[in-house]
């Protein structure tokens, strides 16, 4: 008796999910109640390719400012030539998507004699990938 009332007292309950197609826990349900809140997102890894710049001459990338939406939020230390691999490697920098929306990103990257450099870009969020990677090297 206890089994059924249990049964039929817990049919009425409400499951909430992710519903959000761009996120890495979503979507789940087509009906039922939905709370964006609970959806998990990828992050992104920024990173260098390389310590150099190729520019008739070799110069050495001295420093790297990275900027998402216009805020600094911290420099790039190191270099991997094949990609970091994950999202915590040191001397990259880790940004974790809050929602849906594209980042943009600038990299302003120092160099040796001077000279200042700018890449950019716009990522995107992966509903299948739990870390990107994006390289920010000059090219």
Sequence with gaps: MFFVISVLACSSCVKTKCRDSSATNGPFFSS????????????????????????NQNFTINKVELYINQVYVGDISAAYPSGPGNCTATGTLAYQFSDKNPADWEAKI???????LF?????????TASCLIQDVAPQ
């Design 119 to 127: 890449t950019n870009g716009t990522i995107s969020p992966s509903s």
């Design 110 to 116: 120092f160099l040796n004699n001077g000279s200042i």
């Design 32 to 55: 039922g109640a939905s709370d964006n809140s609970l959806c998990v997102y990828s992050k992104v890894a920024f990173y260098l390719s390389s310590l150099t710049y190729w520019n």
